[in-house]
């Protein structure tokens, strides 16, 4: 069996359906981006009302004062894992999308010409709107974590 050498309309056709799927693939991944914080944001509302909810009521529900900053700091980790699993989720998200841009360079080398788009480069970390939802996360993180600690916790006795 002989291998059959496609031709120019095939390779044509072929590199523009393989850029239009780089391309969709590119649009999915900055999209991920706001799903991640849009769940990070209404998890993060849910745990919040959840401990504001324990720290308000633990009298009336005869929960000891061990418990009751049991039940808190277990919803504080519970945010902290939420942070770590959508900072993590974004990181990847930031990963792949350099290795579709460089698929993307790649094939319009070979199709337009050489240099026509430059490769992504990482120095420009702070012009990328996942660097500021990572630190928006980050900040929503520690603060929580030092109001509860410093403010919450020694009022529970």
Do not use: H
């Amino acid at each position: 069996m002989t291998q059959q050498q496609p031709n120019d309309y095939q390779d044509k056709e072929f590199k523009l359906e393989r850029y239009k799927y780089i391309l969709g693939q590119i649009k999915s991944l900055n999209e991920n981006i706001y799903k991640y914080l849009t769940l990070f944001q209404t998890l993060t509302t849910a745990i919040i009302g959840a401990g504001v909810s324990v720290f308000l009521s633990w009298r009336n529900l005869n929960i000891t004062a061990d418990v009751a900053r049991l039940a808190i700091r277990c919803l504080l980790g519970l945010l902290i894992i939420l942070g770590i699993f959508s900072i993590t989720s974004i990181a990847i998200g930031v990963v792949s999308w350099f290795d579709y841009r460089k698929e993307e360079v790649n094939l319009l080398n070979q199709v337009v010409y050489l240099g026509f788009r430059k490769l992504p480069k990482l120095s420009n970390w702070w012009r990328w709107y996942e660097t500021y939802i990572i630190a928006l996360i980050l900040i929503v993180i520690i603060t929580v974590y030092i109001v509860v600690e410093t403010n919450i916790i020694p009022l529970i006795n």
